[in-house]
C-alpha cells in the first residue's frame, strides 16, 4: 500500500461559488419556457419525416416498392438504403486513435438481413405527419421471415443462428487474471455460486428522440438535434459522402439522454432527407418507437463463484458476464470492457478469473445506458457478498469492510488506485444513516435492510486519448463569455462551466454566458457520456480561465507594482491578498484592469484543451493494464417493508453516500445522487422490456414502467468530500455512478426482510412469493 | 374509415336524438383517456365522436331513496373525493382513487371505465360487490335497467346495442350493517394496469354472514363475480377453516391469463390471498 | 377533412383555430397556437408532460380532443407565471434545483399549480400524490416535492 498516498487534505480552501448551492442558470429558461428543445425547432417550409421499421426480428428483405408512397400528394421524398450514399459505416471505437479489435458496422437503413424488430427501412418527407404516416402505409415491403435467435446463451452456441454476416454471433470476449483461481477457491472456507440474470432496460428520458436538419445558406447541412454526441457529425459526413466541415451539429438543451442519446438517433435520417428534398426536415420519435426501435440497456446472465476464509476474507471470485448486445454492435464491445474491469467490485480479491462475452441477437440493439456496464455486475457481485456474509454470520458491513479497496491498493487488473477510494466511509456513514430497521406496519409486513457498494469511472477509457476544448472571454465591460461544446443532457453540464470561469475570474455567476453544443462554432468538447464533461471540459475551462486570469493578473501587476502571484480576485475587484502587503485598499476594478489591457492588446481569450491521461492498450489476454482514470465510489442502503402475503414491497428509506470529491454545486451534485438512487430502484423494482422473440411487448410508458413519486421515499444523501477527484477542484464525476448500486441495495435489502433471495432483475411481488415457496 | 365529425348534444333529449340517427356509425366520448390513444394507434376509427364529457344531466353523484346513483359522464376524480361515496361505499371510492393518475382521472369517467368492459376496469369489482345495475338510454327514448353482473358479455363486450348509451350506475345504499374492504394488485403506486382486485362487501348478522358480495378484476375475460365464495359464505359463520375454503374456491372460480403483468399461477396466487384478508379487513380482524 | 372552429381562451386570451374531430389539445397547443411549453412526451396520457389546467382541474392534452377544450380556460406554464411576475413555484423551482433536464418542468409545475389551488398547504405525501401523473426521470422527484412545499409556504406568507 502507498502510505503517502493515503494523506488526506486538511484543510479545504475557501472558494467563493464553488460548492454552493447556486441555482443553475439554465434552470430560469426552463420554468418559464424559453428553452426550446428540439421538438420546439420550425423552420418556414419544413417537412415532417417518418421512418418505417421492420416488422419481424430476422428476415430477409425481398423487395421494396415505394411508387405508391412517391405518388402520394404531399410526399417530397421516399429513401430506401439504395438512395443512401454510403450506407453502410462501420464505427472504429475511440476518438483519434485506432485502438483495433473491434469495428461496429452502422447500417443507416436495412438491406439484406433485418437484425432487430424495429430497424429503419425507408424514411418518408411528406409536408404533413398526417401524409407522412399515410406513406409510409403505401410502402410495400416483401419480407422472408427467418428463425432468428433471442438468447445470448443460445446465440454463443455452434451452428446458431447468424445475427449478421459474419461466421459467429461473438462479438468481443475479455479476460481478466489475477493469481490463480484453483488455489482462491482452495483456499476458501466457504464459496457461494449462483447466475443471475438482468433484464434489458430503457431510458425512458421524458423528451422522445428529435431534431430538424436544414440545408444553411453555406451549403453546410446543419442538424438540431436531441444529442449527446455532436461530433458524430463525422459520421453523418461519411454517410452522404461530404467532407466532415460541410455537416454541423447543434444540440440544444437535451431533455434527458442517460446514454440513449449517444449513438446517432435521428440525425442521419434528417439529414438524407434534408440533403434529398433541400428543404428542413423534422423528425421526433414516437414513444413506442423510441422504445421498440433504439437502443437499450444489455441485458447480462453472469455466473459468479466467489470463496471467502472464515474470518470474511474474499480469496477467490470467477466471473462470466454475457450479454445480450442484440442486432447490432453499436457500444457493446465497450459496455462489456466496462463490465469486465467492474465485475468484482470494490473489493480487494486475492484471486480472480473473469471472463466476459457480448453476444449478438436478434433483440432490439443494446448500447450504452446510465452505468455503462457497471449496475448489471454489481446486482451479481453485491448479491454475492451478502450470501457470503450470511454464512460466516456477518453483516453486510463486515464482510464488505474486511474487503474494501484502499487508495494505494491495486484492482484485479493490476491498476493502482492513487486516487481517493472512500468506499468504506461511505458505507460506514450510509448504514448509520439508515439506523435500526422499523418496526413492522402488521404482522404480514417483514421489514429487510440492504445494502451495496460500486465503483464507476468517470471519464472514457485511458486508451482512447480523451480530449476536451474551451474558450474563454472576457468582455470589455467585465462580463465573461465561454464557449465550449458540452451536451447539456440535464445534468448542469453548462452551468457548472460557469461556475468554475464565475471562480476563477471573481465574477458573479450571472455575468458568465455559456454557449454550448455546436460542432461549427463552439470548441470540441467531446461526448457527454462516460461522466467525463465535469471532469474534461471542467478542466479545460478551468485551465482556460486560469490562462486568462494570467493574463490580467499580470497587468494589474504591473498598475499594482506588485507580483502577480500576491493577486486575488473577487467581485470584480483585483487586490492584493492580505498577508502580502499592508495597504489592503489597493484594489483595481475588474472593468479597469479588463481596459487596460485591450489598450495594450494583452491577450482576453483563452482556448484550452485538457488531455485526459493516456494509456496504452491494456493486455486483452489478462485484462491487466489501465483502464480508467479514476473511479467514484458510493453507497446505497435501503429499507423496505415486504408484504409477505402479496409479494409487495414498500421502500422505507433510501440512504445514498458518495465520495463527490468536491460538490462544484451541492445542489446540483445532491440532484445526481436522488435521481441516480431512483433510476437505479427501478432498475431494482419494476423496469424490465419484456420481449418475445424479438417483440417488444411494452412499448408504452404504462407497460414499461419507471418510478413515479409515490414508488419511494426521499432519498437521503451524504456527500463525502475527499477532495481526491482528478476533475476541477478536486471533484469525482457522480452522473453514472450515482445509479449503479441502488438495484443491488434493494435485492439485498428484500432478500434480508424475506430470507430468501431473487437472483434476476426486477424483484417484483411475482418473484417474491415464488421465493417464498407460496407458488 | 377515419373518424371526421364531431357533436356535443346539449341535453339527453338531442343526445338520444343523435345516437338513434347515427346508430353504429358513432362512438361516445366523454374522458377519452382510452379511446383518444386507440384512435390514435389506429385500434378504433369512429365517424362520429358524440361529446357528454360536459353534459350536465350525466355528471351527478345522488343519494335518495335508499339508492345512490352516479351519472356515467361523473369523473373518477369526483368519485374519489366524494363524500356520499366515502361514506356510503368506501370501496368504490377506494378504487377509484387508484384508478390511473391524478391527471387521468380528472377526465376519465364512471362510464367509460365500464363501457371499455375491460377486464382491469378498476370500478367494476367494487361496483359488483354493490350490486350495481346500469342503466342504458335506448333509441326510442326508452330507458333499460341490466345489473352490472349482466352487463359485461366477454372481453370488451358489453350488453349495450347499437345506439344505446350508459347513462348512470346505481346501486343500493349499504345498510349499516354490511361491512366491505378492497384492495388493487398493481406494479407500480400509481398510474398501474390493474393485476388483481378484490372488493367484498359483506352484509353482517352478529358474526354470521347474512348476505356477500364478491367480485374480482383481471382474473377473467370480464369483471366477475365470485358466485361460489358467496354462496359458501352467506349463512355462516366466518371463521378460519371457511376462510381457507374461500380460497380454495375463488382459486376454481376464476380464468386469470398470464401476461407481462404477473402470470396465472400469481394471479389466482394472490387473488386467494387478497380475498381472504379483506374479508378479515371488512370484519375488523387482524389480517 | 371536415373542420371545425374552436375558440379557447389559452392563458387569458382568447385563440381560435378551425380543428379537426381527431385533434387533440396536444396538437392544437402546439402545432397551431406555437405554445411549445406543452411537451409531448408520449401522446398517450403516461408520463405528464403535456399538463395543462382546464378549467381548473390539471389534465393531460393528449388525452382531450381540441374540440372538448371549445370555449373553456386552458392555462399552460407560460400561463402560471412570467420573469416579470413569477409564480412562487417557479421561483421555489429554481432554487431548491427541482429542475434537471426541464423536459418535466412544464407539466410538473401545472400540476403543482392545479394541486396548490385546491390544497393550499398540501402534506409532502398529497404532494407525491398530486403529482403522481407526471414522471420525472432526472431527480428523484425529491426536490420537487420540496420545491413545492416550500412554494405553498411562501404562498402562505
Given at each position: 500500500m502507498l502510505d503517502k498516498l493515503k494523506e488526506k487534505p486538511t484543510t479545504r480552501p475557501d472558494y467563493r461559488i464553488i460548492g454552493k448551492p447556486v441555482a443553475r442558470h439554465d434552470a430560469w429558461g426552463k420554468v418559464f419556457a424559453d428553452t426550446k428543445y428540439a421538438n420546439d425547432y420550425t423552420l418556414p417550409g419544413m417537412l415532417y419525416a417518418k421512418v418505417l421499421r421492420s416488422q419481424y426480428a430476422a428476415a430477409k428483405v425481398l423487395s421494396i416498392d415505394t411508387r405508391e408512397a412517391v405518388k402520394l400528394a404531399g410526399v417530397e421524398a421516399v429513401m430506401t438504403a439504395r438512395d443512401v450514399p454510403h450506407n453502410e459505416t462501420v464505427t472504429r471505437f475511440g476518438q483519434t486513435h485506432k485502438v483495433g479489435g473491434f469495428e461496429g458496422l452502422y447500417r443507416v437503413l436495412a438491406e439484406k438481413k433485418i437484425r432487430f424488430r424495429g430497424e429503419a427501412i425507408a424514411l418518408v418527407a411528406a409536408k404533413s405527419l398526417v401524409i407522412a404516416e399515410r406513406a409510409l402505409g403505401l410502402i410495400k415491403v416483401e419480407y422472408e421471415p427467418l428463425e432468428g435467435v433471442f438468447d445470448p446463451v443460445e446465440a454463443m452456441k455452434p451452428g446458431a443462428y447468424r445475427v449478421g454476416e459474419d461466421e459467429s454471433n461473438v462479438i468481443c470476449s475479455y479476460k481478466v487474471r489475477k493469481g490463480d483461481i484453483a488455489e482462491g477457491f482452495d483456499l476458501a472456507d466457504v464459496i457461494v455460486e449462483n447466475t443471475y440474470r438482468v433484464p434489458m432496460v430503457d431510458h425512458a428520458y421524458l423528451e422522445p428522440e428529435s431534431g430538424v436538419a436544414w440545408l444553411d445558406d453555406d451549403g453546410v447541412i446543419t442538424i438540431r438535434a436531441a444529442t449527446?454526441?455532436?461530433?458524430h457529425f463525422r459520421g453523418i459526413a461519411d454517410v452522404l459522402g461530404l467532407p466532415h466541415n460541410k455537416v454541423r451539429v447543434i444540440a440544444p438543451m437535451v431533455g434527458g439522454g442517460f446514454g440513449g442519446k449517444e449513438d446517432i438517433t435521428v440525425e442521419t435520417y434528417i439529414a438524407l432527407l434534408a440533403w434529398k428534398t433541400g428543404k428542413p426536415v423534422s423528425l421526433t420519435y414516437t414513444r413506442e418507437e423510441s422504445i421498440i426501435a433504439h437502443s437499450k440497456r444489455h441485458p447480462y446472465v453472469m455466473k459468479y463463484k466467489t470463496g471467502a476464509t472464515k474470518d470474511g476474507k474474499l480469496v477467490a471470485m470467477e466471473a462470466e458476464l454475457i450479454s445480450d448486445a442484440g442486432g447490432y454492435v453499436f457500444l457493446s464491445p465497450w459496455v462489456l470492457l466496462y463490465s469486465t474491469v467492474k465485475a468484482t467490485g470494490p473489493y480487494d480479491i486475492t484471486h480472480v478469473r473473469v471472463d466476459s462475452h457480448a453476444v449478438l441477437t436478434n433483440n432490439t440493439f443494446s448500447s450504452a445506458n446510465r452505468g455503462f456496464g457497471a449496475p448489471q455486475p454489481c446486482f451479481a457481485y453485491e448479491s454475492q457478498l451478502d450470501e457470503i456474509a450470511k454464512q460466516l454470520n456477518l453483516s453486510p458491513l463486515e464482510i464488505r469492510k474486511k474487503n474494501y479497496l484502499h487508495t494505494g491498493d491495486s484492482l484485479a487488473t493490476g491498476r493502482v488506485l492513487e486516487h481517493s477510494v472512500e468506499t468504506e466511509q461511505t458505507a460506514e456513514k450510509a448504514m448509520e444513516a439508515l439506523g435500526a430497521p422499523s418496526p413492522p406496519g402488521s404482522p404480514r409486513e417483514k421489514i429487510g435492510q440492504g445494502m451495496a457498494s460500486s465503483m464507476m469511472s468517470y471519464g472514457r477509457m485511458t486508451f482512447l486519448h480523451d480530449t476536451s476544448r474551451s474558450y474563454v472571454s472576457l468582455e470589455l465591460d467585465g462580463s465573461v463569455t465561454v464557449k465550449c461544446g458540452v451536451q447539456d443532457i440535464g445534468g448542469g453540464q453548462a452551468s457548472s462551466l460557469a461556475q468554475i470561469t464565475a471562480e476563477v475570474l471573481g465574477v458573479p455567476l450571472e455575468d458568465v454566458t455559456v454557449y454550448i453544443g455546436d460542432s461549427a462554432l463552439t470548441p470540441l468538447a467531446g461526448?457527454?457520456?462516460?461522466?467525463?464533461q465535469l471532469y474534461m471540459s471542467g478542466n479545460a475551462t478551468y485551465k482556460a480561465a486560469m490562462a486568462v486570469r494570467d493574463n490580467l493578473f499580470s497587468k494589474a501587476a504591473d498598475i499594482l507594482d506588485t507580483a502577480s502571484e500576491n493577486l486575488d480576485i473577487k467581485d470584480r475587484k483585483i487586490f492584493i491578498r492580505p498577508d502580502k502587503t499592508s495597504d489592503p485598499d489597493r484594489v483595481l476594478a475588474l472593468d479597469d484592469v479588463v481596459k487596460a489591457c485591450a489598450a495594450d492588446g494583452v491577450q482576453l481569450y483563452n482556448v484550452a484543451q485538457f488531455n485526459a491521461p493516456a494509456r496504452e492498450l491494456i493486455d486483452f489476454q489478462t485484462g491487466q493494464g489501465q483502464v480508467f482514470a479514476d473511479f467514484t465510489f458510493g453507497t446505497h442502503a435501503m429499507e423496505v417493508a415486504v408484504d409477505v402475503d402479496t409479494g409487495k414491497v414498500n421502500v422505507l428509506k433510501i440512504i445514498a453516500c458518495y465520495d463527490v470529491g468536491q460538490a462544484i454545486n451541492p445542489l446540483s451534485a445532491e440532484g445526481q445522487i436522488e435521481g441516480g438512487a431512483l433510476y437505479g430502484l427501478g432498475y431494482g423494482m419494476v423496469e424490465e422490456v419484456i420481449l418475445d422473440k424479438g417483440n417488444t411487448l411494452t412499448p408504452s410508458l404504462a407497460e414499461y414502467l419507471i418510478p413515479t413519486s409515490v414508488d419511494a421515499p426521499d432519498v437521503k444523501t451524504i456527500m463525502v468530500e475527499s477532495g481526491g477527484g482528478v476533475g476541477p477542484f478536486g471533484a469525482k464525476g457522480l452522473g453514472e455512478p450515482s445509479c449503479v448500486s441502488a438495484a443491488a441495495a434493494f435485492a439485498n435489502a428484500v432478500a434480508d426482510a424475506i430470507g430468501a433471495r431473487i437472483y434476476d432483475l426486477p424483484v417484483t411481488a411475482e418473484k417474491i412469493i415464488r421465493a417464498l415457496g407460496k407458488i | 374509415m377515419t373518424t371526421t365529425e364531431y357533436i356535443k348534444p346539449g341535453d339527453l333529449s338531442d343526445l338520444h336524438y343523435i345516437m338513434e340517427e347515427y346508430k353504429g356509425r358513432a362512438t361516445v366520448i366523454a374522458g377519452g383517456t382510452n379511446l383518444i390513444p386507440e384512435m390514435r394507434n389506429g385500434e378504433k376509427a369512429p365517424e362520429l365522436l358524440i361529446d357528454i364529457s360536459d353534459m350536465a344531466a350525466l355528471s351527478f353523484i345522488r343519494e335518495n331513496n335508499g339508492s345512490i346513483a352516479i351519472g356515467a359522464a361523473t369523473t373518477i376524480a369526483e368519485m374519489a373525493a366524494s363524500p356520499i361515496l366515502l361514506d356510503n361505499s368506501p370501496i368504490l371510492a377506494s378504487a377509484a382513487k387508484q384508478l390511473g393518475n391524478p391527471l387521468t382521472r380528472n377526465r376519465a369517467t364512471l362510464g367509460g371505465n365500464l363501457a371499455n368492459a375491460s377486464p382491469c376496469a378498476d370500478t367494476a369489482p367494487p361496483l359488483l360487490a354493490l350490486d350495481a345495475s346500469v342503466e342504458i338510454l335506448s333509441p326510442g327514448g326508452k330507458t333499460r335497467q341490466v345489473p352490472l353482473s349482466k352487463f359485461f358479455h366477454g372481453y370488451k363486450f358489453t350488453d349495450l346495442g347499437k345506439g344505446e348509451i350508459l347513462t348512470a350506475i346505481t346501486f343500493p345504499k349499504p345498510n349499516d350493517s354490511t361491512k366491505g374492504s378492497h384492495t388493487k394488485i398493481g406494479l407500480r403506486n400509481a398510474a398501474s394496469i390493474c393485476v388483481a382486485s378484490i372488493a367484498v362487501a359483506l352484509d353482517m348478522d352478529g358474526k354470521t354472514c347474512r348476505k356477500a358480495r364478491v367480485a374480482a378484476g383481471s382474473v377473467a375475460p370480464i369483471p366477475v363475480r365470485a358466485y361460489r365464495v358467496e354462496k359458501l359464505l352467506e349463512g355462516k359463520e366466518i371463521n378460519a377453516a371457511l376462510l381457507d375454503e374461500c380460497m380454495t374456491v375463488v382459486k376454481a372460480e376464476i380464468s386469470p391469463i398470464s401476461d407481462i403483468r404477473g402470470s396465472l399461477e400469481y394471479r389466482t396466487y394472490v387473488t386467494a390471498m387478497i380475498l381472504k384478508r379483506n374479508i378479515k379487513r371488512a370484519l375488523k380482524q387482524e389480517i | 377533412m371536415k373542420t371545425y372552429p374552436v375558440e379557447i381562451k389559452v392563458n387569458g386570451e382568447w385563440q381560435t383555430a378551425e380543428v379537426t374531430a381527431r385533434d387533440t389539445l396536444l396538437d392544437l397547443l402546439r402545432d397551431r397556437f406555437g405554445a411549445f411549453e406543452v411537451k409531448n412526451g408520449c401522446a398517450q396520457g403516461d408520463c405528464g408532460a403535456c399538463t395543462v389546467i382546464l378549467d381548473h382541474k390539471a389534465v393531460n392534452a393528449c388525452l382531450t380532443l381540441a374540440l372538448q377544450a371549445n370555449g373553456k380556460n386552458v392555462t399552460t406554464l407560460k400561463g402560471v407565471g412570467t420573469p416579470d411576475h413569477p409564480h412562487p413555484l417557479q421561483q421555489s423551482f429554481v432554487e431548491h434545483g427541482a429542475i434537471q433536464c426541464g423536459f418535466c418542468t412544464p407539466g410538473m409545475v401545472v400540476s403543482a399549480k392545479a394541486l396548490l389551488d385546491n390544497n393550499p398547504e398540501p402534506t409532502r405525501n398529497e404532494i407525491r400524490e398530486g403529482i403522481s401523473g407526471n414522471l420525472c426521470?432526472?431527480?428523484?422527484y425529491n426536490k420537487i416535492v420540496e420545491a413545492i412545499e416550500d412554494a405553498s409556504l411562501k404562498r402562505e406568507e
Amino acid at each position: 500500500m502507498l502510505d503517502k498516498l493515503k494523506e488526506k487534505p486538511t484543510t479545504r480552501p475557501d472558494y467563493r461559488i464553488i460548492g454552493k448551492p447556486v441555482a443553475r442558470h439554465d434552470a430560469w429558461g426552463k420554468v418559464f419556457a424559453d428553452t426550446k428543445y428540439a421538438n420546439d425547432y420550425t423552420l418556414p417550409g419544413m417537412l415532417y419525416a417518418k421512418v418505417l421499421r421492420s416488422q419481424y426480428a430476422a428476415a430477409k428483405v425481398l423487395s421494396i416498392d415505394t411508387r405508391e408512397a412517391v405518388k402520394l400528394a404531399g410526399v417530397e421524398a421516399v429513401m430506401t438504403a439504395r438512395d443512401v450514399p454510403h450506407n453502410e459505416t462501420v464505427t472504429r471505437f475511440g476518438q483519434t486513435h485506432k485502438v483495433g479489435g473491434f469495428e461496429g458496422l452502422y447500417r443507416v437503413l436495412a438491406e439484406k438481413k433485418i437484425r432487430f424488430r424495429g430497424e429503419a427501412i425507408a424514411l418518408v418527407a411528406a409536408k404533413s405527419l398526417v401524409i407522412a404516416e399515410r406513406a409510409l402505409g403505401l410502402i410495400k415491403v416483401e419480407y422472408e421471415p427467418l428463425e432468428g435467435v433471442f438468447d445470448p446463451v443460445e446465440a454463443m452456441k455452434p451452428g446458431a443462428y447468424r445475427v449478421g454476416e459474419d461466421e459467429s454471433n461473438v462479438i468481443c470476449s475479455y479476460k481478466v487474471r489475477k493469481g490463480d483461481i484453483a488455489e482462491g477457491f482452495d483456499l476458501a472456507d466457504v464459496i457461494v455460486e449462483n447466475t443471475y440474470r438482468v433484464p434489458m432496460v430503457d431510458h425512458a428520458y421524458l423528451e422522445p428522440e428529435s431534431g430538424v436538419a436544414w440545408l444553411d445558406d453555406d451549403g453546410v447541412i446543419t442538424i438540431r438535434a436531441a444529442t449527446q454526441v455532436i461530433e458524430h457529425f463525422r459520421g453523418i459526413a461519411d454517410v452522404l459522402g461530404l467532407p466532415h466541415n460541410k455537416v454541423r451539429v447543434i444540440a440544444p438543451m437535451v431533455g434527458g439522454g442517460f446514454g440513449g442519446k449517444e449513438d446517432i438517433t435521428v440525425e442521419t435520417y434528417i439529414a438524407l432527407l434534408a440533403w434529398k428534398t433541400g428543404k428542413p426536415v423534422s423528425l421526433t420519435y414516437t414513444r413506442e418507437e423510441s422504445i421498440i426501435a433504439h437502443s437499450k440497456r444489455h441485458p447480462y446472465v453472469m455466473k459468479y463463484k466467489t470463496g471467502a476464509t472464515k474470518d470474511g476474507k474474499l480469496v477467490a471470485m470467477e466471473a462470466e458476464l454475457i450479454s445480450d448486445a442484440g442486432g447490432y454492435v453499436f457500444l457493446s464491445p465497450w459496455v462489456l470492457l466496462y463490465s469486465t474491469v467492474k465485475a468484482t467490485g470494490p473489493y480487494d480479491i486475492t484471486h480472480v478469473r473473469v471472463d466476459s462475452h457480448a453476444v449478438l441477437t436478434n433483440n432490439t440493439f443494446s448500447s450504452a445506458n446510465r452505468g455503462f456496464g457497471a449496475p448489471q455486475p454489481c446486482f451479481a457481485y453485491e448479491s454475492q457478498l451478502d450470501e457470503i456474509a450470511k454464512q460466516l454470520n456477518l453483516s453486510p458491513l463486515e464482510i464488505r469492510k474486511k474487503n474494501y479497496l484502499h487508495t494505494g491498493d491495486s484492482l484485479a487488473t493490476g491498476r493502482v488506485l492513487e486516487h481517493s477510494v472512500e468506499t468504506e466511509q461511505t458505507a460506514e456513514k450510509a448504514m448509520e444513516a439508515l439506523g435500526a430497521p422499523s418496526p413492522p406496519g402488521s404482522p404480514r409486513e417483514k421489514i429487510g435492510q440492504g445494502m451495496a457498494s460500486s465503483m464507476m469511472s468517470y471519464g472514457r477509457m485511458t486508451f482512447l486519448h480523451d480530449t476536451s476544448r474551451s474558450y474563454v472571454s472576457l468582455e470589455l465591460d467585465g462580463s465573461v463569455t465561454v464557449k465550449c461544446g458540452v451536451q447539456d443532457i440535464g445534468g448542469g453540464q453548462a452551468s457548472s462551466l460557469a461556475q468554475i470561469t464565475a471562480e476563477v475570474l471573481g465574477v458573479p455567476l450571472e455575468d458568465v454566458t455559456v454557449y454550448i453544443g455546436d460542432s461549427a462554432l463552439t470548441p470540441l468538447a467531446g461526448t457527454t457520456t462516460a461522466t467525463r464533461q465535469l471532469y474534461m471540459s471542467g478542466n479545460a475551462t478551468y485551465k482556460a480561465a486560469m490562462a486568462v486570469r494570467d493574463n490580467l493578473f499580470s497587468k494589474a501587476a504591473d498598475i499594482l507594482d506588485t507580483a502577480s502571484e500576491n493577486l486575488d480576485i473577487k467581485d470584480r475587484k483585483i487586490f492584493i491578498r492580505p498577508d502580502k502587503t499592508s495597504d489592503p485598499d489597493r484594489v483595481l476594478a475588474l472593468d479597469d484592469v479588463v481596459k487596460a489591457c485591450a489598450a495594450d492588446g494583452v491577450q482576453l481569450y483563452n482556448v484550452a484543451q485538457f488531455n485526459a491521461p493516456a494509456r496504452e492498450l491494456i493486455d486483452f489476454q489478462t485484462g491487466q493494464g489501465q483502464v480508467f482514470a479514476d473511479f467514484t465510489f458510493g453507497t446505497h442502503a435501503m429499507e423496505v417493508a415486504v408484504d409477505v402475503d402479496t409479494g409487495k414491497v414498500n421502500v422505507l428509506k433510501i440512504i445514498a453516500c458518495y465520495d463527490v470529491g468536491q460538490a462544484i454545486n451541492p445542489l446540483s451534485a445532491e440532484g445526481q445522487i436522488e435521481g441516480g438512487a431512483l433510476y437505479g430502484l427501478g432498475y431494482g423494482m419494476v423496469e424490465e422490456v419484456i420481449l418475445d422473440k424479438g417483440n417488444t411487448l411494452t412499448p408504452s410508458l404504462a407497460e414499461y414502467l419507471i418510478p413515479t413519486s409515490v414508488d419511494a421515499p426521499d432519498v437521503k444523501t451524504i456527500m463525502v468530500e475527499s477532495g481526491g477527484g482528478v476533475g476541477p477542484f478536486g471533484a469525482k464525476g457522480l452522473g453514472e455512478p450515482s445509479c449503479v448500486s441502488a438495484a443491488a441495495a434493494f435485492a439485498n435489502a428484500v432478500a434480508d426482510a424475506i430470507g430468501a433471495r431473487i437472483y434476476d432483475l426486477p424483484v417484483t411481488a411475482e418473484k417474491i412469493i415464488r421465493a417464498l415457496g407460496k407458488i | 374509415m377515419t373518424t371526421t365529425e364531431y357533436i356535443k348534444p346539449g341535453d339527453l333529449s338531442d343526445l338520444h336524438y343523435i345516437m338513434e340517427e347515427y346508430k353504429g356509425r358513432a362512438t361516445v366520448i366523454a374522458g377519452g383517456t382510452n379511446l383518444i390513444p386507440e384512435m390514435r394507434n389506429g385500434e378504433k376509427a369512429p365517424e362520429l365522436l358524440i361529446d357528454i364529457s360536459d353534459m350536465a344531466a350525466l355528471s351527478f353523484i345522488r343519494e335518495n331513496n335508499g339508492s345512490i346513483a352516479i351519472g356515467a359522464a361523473t369523473t373518477i376524480a369526483e368519485m374519489a373525493a366524494s363524500p356520499i361515496l366515502l361514506d356510503n361505499s368506501p370501496i368504490l371510492a377506494s378504487a377509484a382513487k387508484q384508478l390511473g393518475n391524478p391527471l387521468t382521472r380528472n377526465r376519465a369517467t364512471l362510464g367509460g371505465n365500464l363501457a371499455n368492459a375491460s377486464p382491469c376496469a378498476d370500478t367494476a369489482p367494487p361496483l359488483l360487490a354493490l350490486d350495481a345495475s346500469v342503466e342504458i338510454l335506448s333509441p326510442g327514448g326508452k330507458t333499460r335497467q341490466v345489473p352490472l353482473s349482466k352487463f359485461f358479455h366477454g372481453y370488451k363486450f358489453t350488453d349495450l346495442g347499437k345506439g344505446e348509451i350508459l347513462t348512470a350506475i346505481t346501486f343500493p345504499k349499504p345498510n349499516d350493517s354490511t361491512k366491505g374492504s378492497h384492495t388493487k394488485i398493481g406494479l407500480r403506486n400509481a398510474a398501474s394496469i390493474c393485476v388483481a382486485s378484490i372488493a367484498v362487501a359483506l352484509d353482517m348478522d352478529g358474526k354470521t354472514c347474512r348476505k356477500a358480495r364478491v367480485a374480482a378484476g383481471s382474473v377473467a375475460p370480464i369483471p366477475v363475480r365470485a358466485y361460489r365464495v358467496e354462496k359458501l359464505l352467506e349463512g355462516k359463520e366466518i371463521n378460519a377453516a371457511l376462510l381457507d375454503e374461500c380460497m380454495t374456491v375463488v382459486k376454481a372460480e376464476i380464468s386469470p391469463i398470464s401476461d407481462i403483468r404477473g402470470s396465472l399461477e400469481y394471479r389466482t396466487y394472490v387473488t386467494a390471498m387478497i380475498l381472504k384478508r379483506n374479508i378479515k379487513r371488512a370484519l375488523k380482524q387482524e389480517i | 377533412m371536415k373542420t371545425y372552429p374552436v375558440e379557447i381562451k389559452v392563458n387569458g386570451e382568447w385563440q381560435t383555430a378551425e380543428v379537426t374531430a381527431r385533434d387533440t389539445l396536444l396538437d392544437l397547443l402546439r402545432d397551431r397556437f406555437g405554445a411549445f411549453e406543452v411537451k409531448n412526451g408520449c401522446a398517450q396520457g403516461d408520463c405528464g408532460a403535456c399538463t395543462v389546467i382546464l378549467d381548473h382541474k390539471a389534465v393531460n392534452a393528449c388525452l382531450t380532443l381540441a374540440l372538448q377544450a371549445n370555449g373553456k380556460n386552458v392555462t399552460t406554464l407560460k400561463g402560471v407565471g412570467t420573469p416579470d411576475h413569477p409564480h412562487p413555484l417557479q421561483q421555489s423551482f429554481v432554487e431548491h434545483g427541482a429542475i434537471q433536464c426541464g423536459f418535466c418542468t412544464p407539466g410538473m409545475v401545472v400540476s403543482a399549480k392545479a394541486l396548490l389551488d385546491n390544497n393550499p398547504e398540501p402534506t409532502r405525501n398529497e404532494i407525491r400524490e398530486g403529482i403522481s401523473g407526471n414522471l420525472c426521470r432526472c431527480t428523484g422527484y425529491n426536490k420537487i416535492v420540496e420545491a413545492i412545499e416550500d412554494a405553498s409556504l411562501k404562498r402562505e406568507e
